[in-house]
């Protein structure tokens, strides 16, 4: 992305976890035994009088009947840094798994930005109903966001497609079959928010995806092409790794800024 654009910020949110799983989930056939800690999160992109949620998290009525640990309504954590959600205008939806979209409800004035192919695919293909994708999906969230087809506030996206100067949607598919990454213009560079590409920093590093695979081809191309367009690798931010809430500058209780 060019100098010439505006630069933002970019922060994690943490609103549940920690859950302790084994590394093979989040690192395919890696580690069998061994276990490691993920949190869920969503992420802030502010600047330029702009600010922009990507991934709504999981509305409270999903997380009470999961049980989540260490829950917290996604609205309470982003109030921390001064966002109120009733008013937030833009929201990326990376992909429709229920840690990452469920929460649309939660926006209700806000235009929501999905790539077309992973709308139809888990609101309109018949094997999205199937139990290894059907696990990952919200039952509630699901029809809010497909309620919205047709209307202005739902936008689709085909492909690669800037949004706002110096906020470019990328196509990168694997984990879903239109998973979306969000390259942002920051001070130091292109920075990437991959969510899912990645659950964890080394994902990108070895190149090996978690085991939640719709396309394994896919998702290593998308891994060249998401390391092709970062400016540094350490601007390559992934899903769920906890490093996000503990390596970086803490700003409020749960979020950090990334860059």
């Not at 937030?88 to 469920?102: G, N, P, Q, Y």
Request: hydrophobic share 40%; proline share 6%; aromatic share 10%.
């Amino acid at each position: 992305m060019s100098s010439s654009k505006p630069t933002y910020e970019i922060y994690a949110v943490k609103y549940a976890g920690p859950f302790v799983r084994p590394v093979a989930k989040v690192l395919w056939n890696m580690d069998w035994g061994k276990e490691t800690e993920i949190n869920y999160y969503l992420w802030i992109v502010r600047g330029n009088s702009e600010t922009v949620i990507v991934d709504c998290g999981v509305a409270p009525s999903l997380a009470l009947r999961m049980q989540l640990q260490g829950y917290m309504n996604p609205v309470h954590v982003l109030t921390r840094i001064g966002v109120e959600a009733s008013q937030v205008r833009t929201v990326v939806i990376t992909h429709i798994h229920f840690d990452h979209a469920s929460g649309a409800e939660l926006f209700s004035k806000a235009t929501f930005y999905v790539q077309e192919k992973e709308f139809n695919f888990w609101m309109k293909d018949l094997v999205a109903k199937k139990p290894p994708f059907l696990m990952l999906s919200d039952p509630d969230g699901n029809p809010h966001l497909a309620k919205l087809e047709g209307t202005e506030r739902l936008v689709f996206i085909d492909g690669d497609q800037e949004i706002l100067p110096g906020i470019e949607l990328l196509l990168a598919p694997g984990h879903t079959p239109g998973l979306q990454a969000v390259a942002v213009n920051t001070a130091r560079g292109t920075a990437i928010v991959g969510s899912d590409c990645a659950h964890i920093f080394r994902n990108y590093e070895e190149e090996i995806p978690s085991c939640f695979i719709a396309d394994m081809v896919a998702w290593m191309r998308t891994y060249e092409k998401l390391k092709s367009k970062v400016s540094s690798p350490d601007l390559l931010f992934p899903g769920h790794d906890t490093k996000m809430l503990t390596h970086y500058p803490k700003v409020a209780e749960d979020i950090t800024r990334l860059v």
